[in-house]
């Protein structure tokens, strides 16, 4: 079992601003492909970030490429998202998620096998 515990969401003014935080716990954490969506009211859970094992292959959706940054301490077994120059579209519950089965899972939800229990974004215009 894998343990996912986000942190860092909030509200903040359009051009701010967020770090995510996932810290996890329950299996070594090197050994873990992660990954981040989120899902807004109304729409379905969407791809944002995801990264391999070793932090050597990342990827982005297109939405914020550029503007958003995963990475990973294995020193602390915890997965970060810094987020700038966010938009009020933004505005989501943010998820991270785990793979132990796969060096990197990539886009795909189905590949993630554990979740954490989301964090708020919101981005005020």
């Known amino acids: 079992q894998v343990q996912l515990v986000e942190s860092g969401g909030g509200l903040v003014q359009a051009g701010g601003s967020l770090r995510l935080s996932c810290a996890a716990s329950?299996?070594?954490?090197?050994?873990?492909?992660m990954g981040w969506f989120r899902q807004a009211p109304g729409k379905e859970r969407e791809f944002v970030a995801a990264?391999?094992?070793?932090?050597?292959?990342?990827d982005y959706a297109d939405s914020v490429k550029g503007r958003f940054t995963i990475s990973r301490d294995s020193a602390k077994n915890t997965v970060y998202l810094q987020m700038n120059s966010l938009k009020p579209e933004d505005t989501a519950v943010y998820y991270c998620a785990a793979d132990p089965s796969r060096t990197y899972s990539g886009r795909y939800y189905s590949n993630y096998n554990y979740w954490g229990q989301g964090t708020q974004v919101t981005v005020s215009s």
């Open positions: 329950g299996r070594t954490f090197s050994t873990l492909a």
């Open positions: 990264i391999s094992w070793s932090g050597g292959i990342t």
